[in-house]
T-cell receptor
């Protein structure tokens, strides 16, 4: 069965600093991997997805993630944090039935001035 | 505007009082799904539907029912809510194109925060 583990339930970064959110996956088949963002009182929005094409995936709002098969990782980064990046971020892997997503526990990002 | 809508957004109820959370999408999507979000657990799938009259259980279906009589609507029914169903619920939809390893982006509704006393 597919699963993901997000390291760190809370991350605090200074405005302008690097944002790094860690995600490791477990999958018996080549994975489809995703990062979603949830702003306060809103639904989930897709940031980016890996579907076996390029290993470095660029998403919206300046985020990118790198798929590393040898490390079973799909970490999310952004070079310079903005106050507007404060949100909860979820890593997900395509599950064992069509359309199903297996989500990690989420990482809450706080951006400090 | 393409969107998934849920109603109500907030609901406080008491144990045992039947309730329905509605979900509607205007994108002509075949696939619809319900998730619940709990702190430290992420989102877990409750039920999903591949098309009208086709539904199946997800990972945490106990205590929930769904129906899919129309393509655009996928209501979540709690026949006898209990406090352990206090959670944040999300509906999602996507195109259904089950060809090999395809993937279609899922669009999420804004969520329904349910409290069962």
């Amino acid at each position: 069965a597919q699963s993901v583990t997000q390291l760190g339930s809370h991350v605090s970064v200074s405005e302008g600093a690097l944002v790094l959110l860690r995600c490791n996956y477990s999958s018996s088949v080549p994975p489809y991997l995703f990062w979603y963002v949830q702003y306060p009182n809103q639904g989930l929005q897709l940031l980016l997805k890996y579907t076996s094409a390029a290993t470095l995936v660029k998403g919206i709002n300046g985020f990118e993630a790198e798929f590393k098969k040898s490390e079973t990782s799909f970490h999310l980064t952004k070079p310079s944090a903005h106050m507007s990046d404060a949100a909860e971020y979820f890593c997900a892997v395509k599950g064992d039935s069509w359309g199903k997503l297996q989500f990690g526990a989420g990482t809450q990002v706080v951006v400090t001035p | 505007e393409a969107q998934v809508t849920q109603n109500p957004r907030y609901l406080i109820t008491v144990t045992g009082k039947k309730l329905t959370v509605t979900c509607s999408q205007n994108m002509n999507h075949e696939y619809m799904s319900w998730y619940r979000q709990d702190p430290g657990l992420g989102l877990r799938q409750i039920y999903y539907s591949m098309n009208v009259e086709v539904t199946d259980k997800g990972d945490v279906p106990e205590g929930y029912k769904v129906s899919r009589k129309e393509k655009r609507n996928f209501p979540l029914i709690l026949e006898s809510p209990s406090p352990n169903q206090t959670s944040l619920y999300f509906c999602a939809s996507s195109l259904y194109r089950p060809s090999g390893s395809s993937y279609n982006e899922q669009f999420f509704g804004p969520g329904t925060r349910l409290t069962v006393l």
